[in-house]
């Protein structure tokens, strides 16, 4: 069984910062890319942000140049640090992983969110 937790979510005012983070746990034999996406109300699930099993990341265009995503390999642990955020950026944040689990095989698991508000 793998779960994916995050934290780190909360209410900031516009131009603050917040760091979240994504702890993957369980049988875990290796993790390919890991991801942030995002759900404001009454929108669809966005991605914000992708990490590979290397060192490549891609950035949806709302978000380049404000927010950093990155990885702890040793820990399966995944942050996003936010900064200059914006109201817009309000939503439920989510993770997911690509995990080769149990079955030798990798599979998609995705976190339970953590909320983000930003007040203008």
């Known amino acids: 069984q793998v779960q994916l937790v995050e934290s780190g979510g909360g209410l900031v005012q516009a131009g603050g910062s917040l760091r979240l983070s994504c702890v993957a746990s369980?049988?875990?034999?290796?993790?390919?890319?890991m991801g942030w996406y995002r759900q404001a109300p009454g929108k669809q699930r966005e991605l914000v942000a992708t990490i590979t099993s290397g060192v490549s990341t891609n950035y949806a265009d709302s978000v380049k140049g404000r927010f950093t995503i990155s990885r702890d390999y040793a820990k399966n642990t995944m942050y996003l640090q936010m900064n200059s955020l914006k109201p817009e950026d309000t939503a439920v944040y989510y993770c997911n992983a690509d995990v080769i689990n149990l079955t030798g095989r990798p599979s998609l698991y995705w976190g339970q969110g953590t909320q983000v508000t930003v007040s203008s």
């Open positions: 369980g049988i875990i034999f290796g993790i390919n890319g």
